[in-house]
């Protein structure tokens, strides 16, 4: 199982970046996906979830205004568009493969990790 991400890099404040994360040696359609953020100095934390059909989707209470994640089926891909960037969501973003998703946004007991990618948001 390989989970890739792609999409990050250096944005200035009020910026946006839709980052995506590529499956391959699963069933995507089988998981809930989610994707989680890193900070420096920082624990890891739950940003995003969806569920395998991408009906049902939920997120961070902090976030929910300005992140939205989509996923397609056919493509084996997970999604994370991010607007209006501040300085705290520099992180490394990592998708996740799991069963279920939890209704604060993130995904439980998630089976398989993809390495991230870096946002950073300066000025």
């Known amino acids: 199982v390989q989970l890739v991400e792609s999409g990050g890099g250096s944005v200035q404040p009020g910026g946006s970046l839709r980052l995506s994360c590529t499956a391959s040696?699963?069933?995507?359609?089988?998981?809930?996906m989610g994707w989680f953020r890193q900070a420096p100095g920082k624990e890891r934390e739950g940003v995003s979830c969806?569920?395998?059909?991408?009906?049902?989707?939920y997120y961070l209470k902090s976030v929910m205004a300005r992140f939205t994640t989509s996923r397609d089926n056919a493509k084996n891909t997970l999604y994370l568009q991010i607007d209006n960037l501040d300085p705290e969501d520099t992180a490394m973003y990592f998708c996740a493969a799991g069963d279920y998703c939890e209704l604060r946004g993130t995904l439980r007991d998630p089976k398989y990790w993809g390495k991230g990618t870096q946002v950073t948001v300066s000025p």
């Open positions: 969806t569920n395998w059909s991408g009906e049902n989707k």
């Open positions: 040696g699963l069933r995507f359609d089988d998981y809930a």
